[in-house]
């Protein structure tokens, strides 16, 4: 890296998010979920979207997942990421709970990727940051 390259946007952790962000600095992914009616919720929320419950804990989850979509980016537009391009977003459900999505992000173009491919979770340091990615496997 030189003092040039632009330096990635980390995330900015707060009361509700900072449980995710501390699990991930131990390599585990964790989610919200319900502890009255056992919903998921990503990304964190003070009430379950389902039963409107209050009583939210973060769970570990196994980080197995389903590539549900993605997004070739190609614009330099995105600080950090300018000389990137061409790079895909994914967008995975966790095999915990339909629609239980997580982002995640993968170098170059989308060619070979299919809707359903088995993704699992990675760790990738961003600075002080341990962010949780998703690699898909063929
Ligand atoms: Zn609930």
Redesign the pocket.
Known sequence: MTSNTPRRVVPQPDELTQPFWDAAAENKLVVQR?Q????WSHPPRIM?N????LNQKYEQVSGKGRLYSWAVMHMQSITGFEDRVPYTTLLVELEEQPKLLLLSYMDGSDEGLKVGQPCEVYFEKVEDFTLPQFRVLK
């Open positions: 319900c009255d009616c056992q919903f379950c389902k039963c409107h419950s």
